[in-house]
């Protein structure tokens, strides 16, 4: 989206499931899984964009991962961090609860460990993702991925072209 239009693309924190515990959860399948790969539309939706998903085994708790994501916010990193993030979860089906995991996603993404590090341990982040999960809640979001584009709220996976049109409309 950002090649293709000037737009700045922000990312901010949400709990789908605040209560995850910090070992994780094993997921249930859902109907049409089958596999380890996700139902229908959303396998098809990532096959088209040329995106690999598929169901981990371990639903991660996810709250130092959105810290760390804050952080990469905050250092200009974002985008890589977030990729890497997407690729160690729905490709390797890595444990993004897991501090070495989030070690390795950060230093692919050229983040210094031992600032972030601290951070996490000191819950330097806790209070701002908090409040981006508030702020979400109060303009209508209920689940993820969730995206705002204008005044323009929705949820769940999409296919580009519904982006295409909310960014087009928007930019006029």
């Known amino acids: 989206m950002s090649q293709e239009f000037d737009v700045k693309i922000h990312g901010r924190a949400f709990f789908l499931r605040p209560d995850i515990p910090k070992e994780g959860i094993t997921p249930n399948p859902r109907p049409g899984e089958e596999d380890g790969l996700l139902a229908e539309p959303l396998r098809s939706y990532a096959s088209e964009s040329g995106l690999i998903m598929r169901r981990p085994k371990l639903t991660p708790y996810t709250v130092t991962a959105l810290e760390a994501s804050e952080h990469a916010q905050q250092k200009g990193k974002f985008l890589d ?27 692919e993404s050229d983040l210094e460990w031992s600032d972030l590090e601290e951070k996490l341990e000191t819950g330097h982040y806790r209070e701002t993702i908090r409040g981006q999960h508030q702020q979400a809640i109060d303009i209508g979001v209920r689940g993820i ?13 999409q296919p580009y072209e519904v982006f295409k049109m909310a960014v087009t409309r928007v930019l006029g």
């Open 145 to 157: 991925p969730a995206f705002v584009i204008g005044d323009t709220v929705f949820t769940g996976a």
């Open 81 to 107: 961090f977030h990729h890497s993030m997407y690729k160690a979860l729905w490709e390797e089906g890595k444990d993004l609860g897991n501090p070495s995991v989030l070690r390795e996603v950060a230093e």
